[in-house]
């Protein structure tokens, strides 16, 4: 079945560093690919998704490209601040489907 | 202009209780989906409804665990004689469509069983 598989954390950054969690994904057909962040105590939150093959997604100065070639949805940042503190987690939806899948989340803490 | 609105936010109870977990989507939100967050781990569906209807709830327990979506009124999710192994965070998510491409979520119930 469908399985979405995320760099282990937690990943512990000073602030202004560089931030890549790695992301990759097993589906059939033609998936969509989200981020999700998820900040201490609250909810889920969509951070950015992409729809098809090459689509890059950006928010926040967050950006994760859809690599069909290598099943890949990496998450990047190129300078992390404390406020960025969180658990993020790819998901992805297949074609026509409803239930997400999610990953296991990836715990990010940034030192000032 | 509310959001996923869940409640209550934290739930205490013994063994052996009931736990109602309620969830009022976004405005002009038919769809439903519950998702359970146990800890360290992402979350895991369990149960997609419209109103009135239950669409898919393969994910869910099959004993102890029910869930509704009301004409009028928010979706509950019902937990009957809860076990330890029930503490966790019930994520409520809903969506204006049936393919629903980025979920906005609740805030969440974290349920605690003592």
């Known amino acids: 079945g469908d399985s979405v598989t995320q760099m282990e954390g937690p990943v512990t950054l000073s602030e202004e560093a560089f931030l890549t969690i790695n992301c990759t994904y097993t589906?059939?057909?033609?998936?969509?690919l989200f981020w999700y962040v998820q900040y201490p105590g609250e909810g889920l939150q969509l951070l950015l998704k992409a729809t098809k093959a090459d689509d890059k997604g950006s928010n926040k100065g967050f950006e994760a490209t859809y690599r069909k070639e290598t099943t890949s949805f990496h998450l990047e940042k190129g300078s992390v601040q404390v406020s960025d503190s969180a658990v993020y987690f790819c998901a992805l939806l297949n074609t026509g489907g409803f239930k997400t899948i999610f990953g296991a989340g990836t715990r990010l803490f940034v030192k000032a | 202009n509310a959001g996923v609105m869940q409640n209550p936010r934290h739930l205490v109870r013994r063994r052996g209780q009931e736990a109602r977990l309620r969830c009022s989507p976004m405005k002009g939100h038919s769809h439903v989906y519950w998702y359970r967050q146990l800890p360290e781990e992402g979350l895991k569906f369990m149960v997609y409804l419209q109103k009135e209807n239950i669409i898919d709830e393969s994910g869910m327990p099959k004993e102890r665990f029910s869930a509704e979506f009301p004409k009028e009124g928010p979706s509950i999710l019902r937990i009957q004689q809860v076990v330890r192994g029930d503490s966790a965070a019930y994520f409520c998510a809903s969506s204006p469509t049936e393919n629903p491409y980025g979920y906005t979520f609740g805030s969440g119930t974290r349920l605690t069983v003592v």
């Open positions: 589906a059939t057909g033609y998936p969509s």
